[in-house]
């Protein structure tokens, strides 16, 4: 029986929530921040994030 690998999209979303405190949302590169630590646990979803970043401005 074959298993199939979950992806990083699949993961991200099943994963459990983390608790942000107050002094994390008052830092306005905290998202950014986040998402350097992880890159290589959710490649596709970083790729997602770095793509969107243009249509920000």
Do not use: C, H
Request: no cysteine; charged share 30%.
């Amino acid at each position: 029986m074959a298993v199939e690998a979950k992806s990083d999209v699949d993961r991200y979303f099943d994963s459990p929530r983390i608790g942000v405190d107050a002094e994390a949302m008052d830092d306005p590169n905290g998202l950014f921040q986040w998402w350097r630590v992880n890159i290589r646990d959710y490649p596709q979803m970083a790729a997602t994030a770095r793509l969107g970043e243009t249509s920000w401005e």
